[in-house]
């Protein structure tokens, strides 16, 4: 398609893409996306989070970074094994070509057909037994004076009865925009936790699909703790096989004028499986959130039991919370629940922790961190839980 007939904001995203190389599923899922274009708040699924800040931006692809900037970052991350990508290049070595073993439809995602269109490489982690620490996968990015783009590429398997933890963490410095697609799928018995930690710089833009596909009998632990970016965007969808366990946790934080949207949908397909949902967020100056989380009960998903629950602590007047928790129940043997809290700190407990000669800041900090432990304090490795905390 000439750059001449489509608009805009999508020529960039054309012009970067005339310039790689290119298959058959790179040229459908541009395509793809020239067709859908960018998503706006006339959409449902859009309506609190207005992307005019991000499209409005020529992103360029990433250049090569700077190294020793890259190894400063990473010493302040826990050991361990890794995978790293530095604007969006694999510094570590790679394993033998995979096949992408895709689950997923670009043909309604734009952002999942512009991530397919410019894939390039792919962090695979492929588990057949137990794993004996976490992998983790680090995308640091540093793309200099100019506005750069990267599209990572996560691939997680855990065959038959695996059981392991992998770990993503996106950190960076200035302004880039950041469009990640994680797939996560679990075998027959499988055993998973997946954290995702989100520490962009306050300059750019994250948008992540997160696809968690559960084999019969397996469970999936995920958590995700979005901490940075000036506009920020995750999208967890999880299908649950019969006898599944899925555990969706996470911690949104904003201040200053930033923006972060959280969408989980729990597609609960077969009988008897078992969800439980619980999102915090805390939101300071003129910053604002979205959660939005449904939950769905097919019908012959009977024996369902789903809880999903939403609780925001809002620090500031200014700052704007819009939540939505919805069920779709279309079986009559199950119990699910929902809800959802907005509130602000306790006066009454502030005012006992300073009776006890402790300082304002100091109580509304330590109430901030009770709020915020819940999260954090299921993470199986120590390291990295520690780690979490000390940045909460």
Same mark, same amino acid.
């Given at each position: 398609?000439?750059? #001449?007939?489509?608009?805009?904001?999508?020529?960039?995203?054309? #012009?970067?893409?005339?310039?790689?190389?290119?298959?058959?599923?790179?040229?459908?899922?541009?395509?793809?996306?020239?067709?859908?274009?960018?998503? $706006? !708040?006339?959409?449902? /699924?859009?309506?609190?989070?207005?992307?005019?800040?991000?499209?409005?931006? !020529?992103?360029?692809?990433?250049?090569?970074?700077?190294?020793?900037?890259?190894?400063?970052?990473? !010493?302040?991350?826990?050991?361990?094994?890794?995978?790293?990508?530095?604007?969006?290049?694999?510094?570590?070595?790679?394993?033998?070509?995979?096949?992408?073993?895709?689950?997923?439809?670009?043909?309604?995602?734009?952002?999942?057909?512009?991530?397919?269109?410019?894939?390039?490489?792919?962090?695979?982690?492929?588990?057949?037994?137990?794993?004996?620490?976490?992998?983790?996968?680090?995308?640091?990015?540093?793309?200099?004076?100019?506005?750069?783009?990267?599209?990572?590429?996560?691939?997680?398997?855990?065959?038959?009865?695996? *059981?392991?933890?992998?770990?993503?963490?996106?950190?960076?410095?200035?302004?880039?925009?950041?469009?990640?697609?994680?797939?996560?799928?679990?075998?027959?018995?499988?055993?998973?936790?997946?954290?995702?930690?989100?520490?962009?710089?306050?300059?750019?833009?994250?948008?992540?699909? &997160?696809?968690?596909?559960?084999?019969?009998?397996?469970?999936?632990?995920?958590?995700?703790?979005?901490?940075?970016?000036?506009?920020?965007?995750?999208?967890?969808?999880?299908?649950?096989?019969?006898?599944?366990?899925?555990?969706?946790?996470?911690?949104?934080?904003?201040?200053?004028?930033?923006?972060?949207?959280?969408?989980?949908?729990?597609?609960?397909?077969?009988?008897?499986?078992?969800?439980?949902?619980?999102?915090?967020?805390?939101?300071?100056?003129?910053?604002?959130?979205?959660?939005?989380?449904?939950?769905?009960?097919?019908?012959?998903?009977?024996?369902?039991?789903?809880?999903?629950?939403?609780?925001?602590?809002?620090?500031?007047?200014?700052?704007?919370?819009?939540?939505?928790? *919805?069920?779709?129940?279309?079986?009559?043997?199950?119990?699910? $629940?929902?809800?959802?809290?907005?509130?602000?700190?306790?006066?009454?407990? &502030?005012?006992?922790?300073?009776?006890?000669?402790?300082?304002?800041?100091?109580?509304?900090?330590?109430?901030?961190?009770?709020?915020?432990? #819940?999260?954090?304090?299921?993470?199986? !490795? *120590?390291?990295?839980? /520690?780690?979490?905390?000390?940045?909460?």
């Amino acid at each position: 398609m000439p750059v #001449e007939e489509i608009s805009q904001q999508l020529a960039p995203y054309l #012009e970067a893409f005339d310039r790689v190389p290119k298959t058959p599923l790179h040229q459908a899922a541009m395509e793809r996306f020239l067709e859908l274009g960018f998503p $706006t !708040s006339r959409e449902e /699924d859009w309506k609190f989070t207005n992307l005019a800040p991000l499209t409005r931006m !020529s992103f360029e692809p990433a250049e090569p970074g700077d190294a020793k900037v890259a190894a400063k970052i990473l !010493s302040a991350l826990p050991p361990g094994p890794r995978i790293v990508f530095l604007n969006g290049r694999r510094l570590t070595p790679a394993e033998p070509n995979r096949s992408l073993e895709t689950r997923l439809d670009f043909r309604k995602r734009p952002f999942v057909a512009l991530n397919t269109a410019f894939l390039s490489d792919l962090a695979t982690v492929h588990v057949k037994g137990i794993l004996a620490e976490p992998v983790h996968v680090i995308y640091i990015s540093l793309p200099g004076g100019r506005p750069r783009m990267a599209h990572p590429r996560n691939l997680f398997v855990f065959e038959s009865g695996a *059981q392991g933890s992998v770990i993503e963490t996106y950190v960076g410095e200035n302004v880039y925009f950041n469009n990640a697609v994680t797939e996560i799928i679990a075998g027959e018995g499988a055993v998973v936790e997946h954290v995702k930690l989100q520490r962009e710089s306050l300059d750019a833009f994250h948008i992540s699909t &997160i696809h968690i596909e559960q084999g019969r009998g397996s469970v999936v632990t995920s958590r995700s703790f979005a901490l940075g970016g000036a506009l920020a965007r995750t999208e967890i969808n999880a299908v649950l096989d019969e006898g599944s366990e899925c555990t969706l946790n996470g911690l949104y934080a904003v201040d200053g004028h930033r923006h972060v949207d959280t969408r989980t949908v729990i597609d609960h397909a077969k009988p008897h499986a078992t969800s439980h949902e619980l999102y915090k967020g805390i939101l300071n100056d003129r910053s604002s959130a979205v959660f939005n989380g449904k939950i769905i009960v097919r019908k012959d998903a009977q024996k369902t039991d789903a809880k999903q629950t939403n609780k925001n602590l809002v620090l500031s007047e200014d700052a704007t919370i819009n939540t939505k928790p *919805q069920l779709e129940i279309f079986a009559d043997d199950v119990r699910c $629940t929902h809800g959802a809290t907005v509130g602000q700190l306790d006066s009454d407990s &502030i005012f006992y922790l300073r009776s006890r000669g402790i300082g304002e800041q100091a109580a509304r900090a330590m109430l901030i961190e009770a709020f915020t432990r #819940e999260i954090a304090d299921g993470i199986k !490795s *120590q390291a990295f839980r /520690d780690y979490v905390e000390s940045l909460l």
